[in-house]
């Protein structure tokens, strides 16, 4: 186990270096100051009613854990119970905050928080991937994955957070552009190699526009995209341009050129610098329409929780995700594919940001089913698909062991299910999802790929 793990603070893993975590410093009342804050509406503009309704009311009737994905690949071990990972901030809110608790604590199940319960804590809630499936089943609407993210604020608030979501997260968007510190030039030159390798393997040149002003689509790639997972960025490419629309990338030089924004993941006030950064980019661009490329909690965070918090005048375009433009090009005529040029057995992972949050099932489906012979679902899917183990920021977080983690909880129940499919291919929306999948697939020796959905759609195209 690598040198961050060497204090074990709650199970055999570690997401928070002991820089992070700073186990040797008090930070038991900046966690309680934080907290109060957390409760008061004013100072909550996010989810703060589902918040205080879920540390309220739920009834320990375990539903919740009937669907947890992390709890049942572990063995049903207390430890990632839904109800016992929530509980570690209710029982601070019953002690703390709650006239019963600060006379009575005992008789209503609240404890005193010391440093020690504050590192479990913390480490605990990296243990959810904010799926929300329990929200799905909960009989009277409790939401874990709402008290999840509230506590990941309130550990931000103590400067608690992984290093990979904000130091080289959020702040290195904001002060270069994008999350992989990609520079203009460095960008520029990603794109002619693009360029180059479309010319190469589909054997006609296709020209993608950089920093294009007044064009009607702005298209912002997830940045790790241009890095991991070309494929998917080319084949975009390929569809706008063979749709013939007006459309752009942007470089650095620009603002952000990245649809990232990993504050969704754990802290309101991240969030909000980079969301105000990607509108005043695409205000500047003076587009009609951001396209957000497969990314599912961009696609979240700027078509829902954009909503909560930038009023419509300040933001004159719309915003929607490639594959709704895939999809109506399609239906339209616009975009004509051949499905005998994907004649390998695919099934389709169902994102949670793009699914449980975001309602978007049928567009890629119908995606897919238009450019593939063959379509196979998953069992479970849509609303109740498994998690794949990547949400949240996790398939970015790999030390202390947190990938055999990864591996051997989400990864395992999900290899599981796409077995079952007997597909070749597993198409994914969404960058972390598709970087989940890539170590699954080498972790449990499946005999199949991941693949992008625009990927596949252009390699279907008849031109």
């Known amino acids: 186990m690598c040198a961050v793990a060497a204090q074990k603070v709650f199970d055999d893993y570690r997401v928070l270096s002991d820089e992070a975590l700073k186990p040797g410093e008090p ?41 947890c994905p992390v709890y049942q690949a572990s063995g049903r071990r207390e430890i990632y119970h839904p109800v016992f990972r929530t509980d570690m901030l209710r029982k ?19 404890e005193d928080l010391t440093e020690e319960k504050l590192n479990a804590l913390a480490e605990n809630i990296y243990r959810c991937t904010i799926c929300r499936r329990c929200s799905y089943v909960c009989p009277v609407a409790v939401d874990n994955g709402v008290i999840v993210r509230e506590a990941r604020k309130i550990l931000d608030a103590c400067d608690i957070a992984p290093d990979e979501l904000k130091e080289r997260g959020t702040r290195l968007q904001v002060r270069v552009g994008n999350a992989t510190g990609m520079s203009t030039p460095a960008f520029k030159d990603m794109i002619e190699f693009l360029e180059d390798e479309i010319e190469e393997s589909r054997g006609y040149r296709v020209t993608i526009p950089v920093d294009k002003e007044g064009a009607e689509y702005l298209l912002m790639n997830n940045a790790g995209d241009y890095l991991a997972f070309v494929e998917t960025v080319m084949g975009v490419a390929e569809v706008l341009t063979a749709a013939g629309v007006n459309w752009t990338l942007n470089s650095p030089d620009t603002g952000i050129n990245d649809a990232v924004n990993y504050g969704v993941f754990y802290s309101d006030a991240e969030f909000a610098r980079v969301i105000r950064a990607q509108v005043e980019t695409a205000r500047k661009m003076g587009i009609k329409t951001l396209v957000i490329g497969e990314c599912g909690h961009a696609f979240e965070a700027l078509k829902y929780l954009i ?3 930038i009023p419509p005048a300040e933001r004159p375009f719309e915003v929607k995700s490639i594959l709704e433009l895939e999809d109506e090009w399609l239906r339209e005529g616009r975009i004509k594919v051949d499905p005998q040029k994907n004649t390998e057995p695919v099934t389709f ?3 949670c940001k793009y699914g449980r949050l975001g309602g978007m099932y049928e567009e890629p489906r119908r995606i897919l089913k238009a450019c593939c012979t063959d379509f196979r679902e998953m069992s479970p899917n849509r609303e109740m698909n498994l998690c794949c183990g990547g949400g949240s920021g996790f398939a970015i977080m790999e030390k202390g062991g947190f990938l055999e983690f990864r591996m051997e909880t989400y990864g395992k129940l999900k290899a599981r299910q796409l077995e079952a499919t007997g597909a070749k291919i597993v198409a994914c929306a969404c960058s972390n999802c598709k970087a989940q999948f890539r170590e699954i697939i080498k972790y449990h020796k499946l005999p199949m790929r991941y693949a992008g959905v625009s990927e596949l759609l252009a390699n279907a195209l008849v031109r």
């Open 27 to 67: 930070r038991v009342e900046k966690f309680l100051q934080a907290m109060r804050k957390s409760l008061q509406q004013k100072e909550n503009w996010t989810f703060w009613l589902p918040y205080i309704l879920s540390l309220d009311t739920c009834m320990k009737c375990g539903t919740c854990a009937g669907v």
């Open 92 to 110: 601070v809110y019953k002690r703390y905050f709650t006239l019963p608790g600060r006379l009575f604590p005992s008789l209503v199940g609240a």
């Open 307 to 309: 909503l909560r918090f």
């Open 349 to 351: 992972h169902d994102s």
